[in-house]
């Protein structure tokens, strides 16, 4: 059950303490994007996010976007906020973002993996072993393959809160 557990759980994005991150040494975030940097139904980042991506790059760290998603999703997100991404990434298959890690010079104790979804971006990041950074969804309306494997992560979710390994809202640092 562990694979499931973040290392860190907040609300969104805006809530992240970046400067603790920073101070154990995380250099590199990779974000994941539909319902963690924008709700679905949004194709462009919001004016908040080109803000937060510009203060956290002149702050020293590497941002990346890695997204299931296919291109013409993703691309927008990456000319908008000016970072690197990857499409159809296939968290959490680890194979697309440990080819970003390797060719990142990276260390796995720099990078952080940041995404709403329990299923694909904890479980690909603590498979790798990097930090994991859970958020809660930013809207409930979802792609239909995301909604299926919600229902999976509500019933996961129930038996962490019984192992007391993790309980919704009940947001750490
Ligand atoms: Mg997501």
Known sequence: ???YVPDIYQENIYK???ETLMSRGIKCLIFDLDNTLAPINEKLPR???KELFKKLKESGFKLYIVSNSIK???KPFHEELKVEYVYSAKKPHINKVNELIVNSKFGLDEIA???DSMMDDIVCGNTIGITTILLDQINKKEFPLARIKRIKEHKIQ???RDKDLFTKG???V
Do not use: C, S, T, W
Request: hydrophobic letters at 40%; aromatic letters at 14%; a neutral charge.
């Open 1 to 3: 059950m562990e694979i």
């Open 16 to 18: 992240i303490d970046y």
């Open 47 to 49: 004016e908040e996010n």
């Open 72 to 74: 013409a999703r993703v």
């Open 113 to 115: 993996i940041i995404g």
């Open 158 to 160: 129930k038996k962490l």
């Open 170 to 172: 009940r947001y750490y």
